[in-house]
């Protein structure tokens, strides 16, 4: 679908777990020399303002990324994405997407392959990245990109898959499409967020189990569901992260940093957070 546009809702308790996650696998990837390949399903524009009409709509910021902002007690892993989104936020009140995450914390010699189907978010997001020649940006679904671009040259890489979860379909295609991506590229560490709804609970469960048996290994499993938030039929109260060959020690970086991201966007001590392991071929664990 069409209609969705993530300046609503950049910065909120959502974008604060996926980024921060992929801050901490990016962090991981880079300690080794070789060339990787970042690849994004789902782009979008690349940078959001935070005071633009979209943003201050809905103002989920104001209870995500801007809460923590003012903090100096973050654990050392979430240092460089918080520090990105100080000097994006300083430069002008924007926050980056994670493109531009990607953009920041690669190398000069590795590659981003990005994919946005919404025209204007696809317009935005060439704006946002035309200076970097290592950017490849496609106006096409980015189902059917991940497996058509794959493998890449660089065989070392990650992969973020989060589309907007609208309808029920993009649950199925996130599936089928790991699954088609991890036969042509079984090495591509695979990421995959997904949003925590009541009335798609079954839906989830039932991603989450396809996923982990998409990898050869184990696949972690992180959630995050802030304080305050109501776990009503229609709401986001909450969301998650799908690691699949997860770099070595993410799940301690993982371990160090949820619990503080959930007492960070607390107004109170109901928040909660999961963190965990999925076997490939019968999901079990904390998640």
């Known amino acids: 679908m069409l209609s969705y546009q993530h300046g609503y809702h950049a910065g909120n308790h959502a974008d604060v777990l996926k980024h921060s996650i992929l801050t901490l696998i990016l962090t991981r990837l880079t300690q080794k020399d070789r060339p990787l390949t970042y690849m ?3 782009a979008g524009a690349g940078l959001y303002h935070l005071e633009g009409d979209q ?19 973050a654990p050392n892993q979430l240092v460089p994405y918080l520090s990105l989104c100080k000097r994006y936020h300083t430069d002008g009140a924007w926050y980056p997407g994670s493109p531009t995450i990607a953009a920041e914390l690669t190398r000069p010699g590795d590659d981003l392959i990005l994919m946005e189907l919404h025209p204007a978010e696809h317009t935005q997001l060439k704006g946002a990245l ?8 496609h106006h096409r679904d980015g189902f059917q990109g991940l497996v058509a671009l794959s493998p890449p040259v660089h065989r070392r890489g990650l992969v973020l898959m989060d589309p907007s979860y609208e309808t029920d379909e993009d649950y199925q295609n996130v599936a089928k499409a790991a699954s088609a991506l991890m036969r042509r590229w079984p090495e591509a560490v695979v990421a995959v967020w ?15 189990k396809k996923v982990a048996e998409c990898g050869k290994g184990e696949t972690l499993c992180a959630e995050l569901c802030p304080a305050g938030i109501s776990d009503n039929e229609w709401g986001l109260y909450g969301s998650g992260m799908l690691i699949v060959n997860p770099p070595w020690k ?3 970086d993982i371990a160090e940093c949820i619990p503080w991201l959930t007492c960070a966007l607390a107004d109170d001590s109901r928040g909660t957070s999961d963190y965990g392991r999925l ?9």
């Not at 076997?279 to 998640?287: I, L």
């Open 40 to 42: 994004d399903s789902h």
């Open 55 to 73: 943003a201050r709509k809905t103002g989920e910021a104001d209870s995500g990324i801007l809460k923590l902002l003012g903090l100096n007690d």
């Open 130 to 137: 035309d200076s970097d020649p290592r950017a490849h940006v």
């Open 194 to 208: 997904y949003p925590l709804v009541s009335r798609r609970k079954n839906a989830t469960e039932t991603l989450k």
């Open 250 to 252: 993410l799940e301690d």
């Open 279 to 287: 076997v490939s071929q019968e999901a079990e664990g904390g998640c």
